[in-house]
């Protein structure tokens, strides 16, 4: 079967490494007996657009895809998110209520962030893994799930593993399909055709040209907050002025 190649809403880079992760992405996409694959990239670098294409690759793009920062949850609240829960099962539960993945079933869920979750959710998520089916909070009944999934970490997993604060058990079952995003700076490459289509994305009907000097800044400027602190300065400094550009030449220096 030939490998599904869709368009990207958003670009996510012409380097040879980001071709290679987006290869990697739609093998991965287009083989539903792997279940899990692993996305390893700086905070802004493009795992959830990888992951988007993921599912829109698949064969179940008209299927749900629910997302999911794991960081934005606190701990003793995540487990009743993803695994839902029932009536009476803790303080404050007076109905019951499908979680996360259920509400992904038959399509892709999106753990990002995993490397932020504790070890005691790391376990339940890795009976997950192991068993396809998961239990409401406060319940007994089995679900079984039909789901595939995505994981993302923003931090080098094997050094957590190392460290103690990720469990070994997990981080070898969801390393299957590893699929790495260097950081902007590595792939300066990828720089300028950002800048393009984030001016294109917020100039609207107006025409924006930026001159020769203000695009050699923001090229040589090694943009730590990748992709989106791109977009996010593109955004605030439309039109282009001289403060903007004189502001990314003194970061440019220091960096």
Known sequence: MDTPSPSLQDPIGESPAMKLAVQRSLR???????????LIGPTGSGKNLLAKLI????????????????????SGVLESELFGHVRGAFTDAHFSRAGDFEKAEGGFI????????????????????????????GSQEITKLNVRVIVASSKNLENLVESGEFLDA???????????????CQRTVDIPPLIEHFIKKYSGSRL???SPETLEYLKTYSWPGNAREIENEIQSFLPLNRKRVKKFKTKSAKG
């Open 28 to 38: 991965f996409a287009s083989n539903e007996n792997l279940k899990v694959a692993l």
């Open 170 to 184: 997990l981080y070898f079952r969801i390393c299957v399909i590893p699929i790495v995003i260097p950081p902007l």
């Open 55 to 74: 599912h829109r690759a698949s064969q179940r793009v008209k299927k749900p895809f629910v997302s999911v920062n794991c960081a934005a949850i606190p």
């Open 208 to 210: 924006i040209e930026i």
């Open 110 to 137: 999106f753990l990002n962030e995993i490397n932020e979750t504790d070890k005691d959710f790391q376990v339940k998520l890795l009976g997950v893994f192991d068993d396809w089916e998961i239990k409401r909070v």
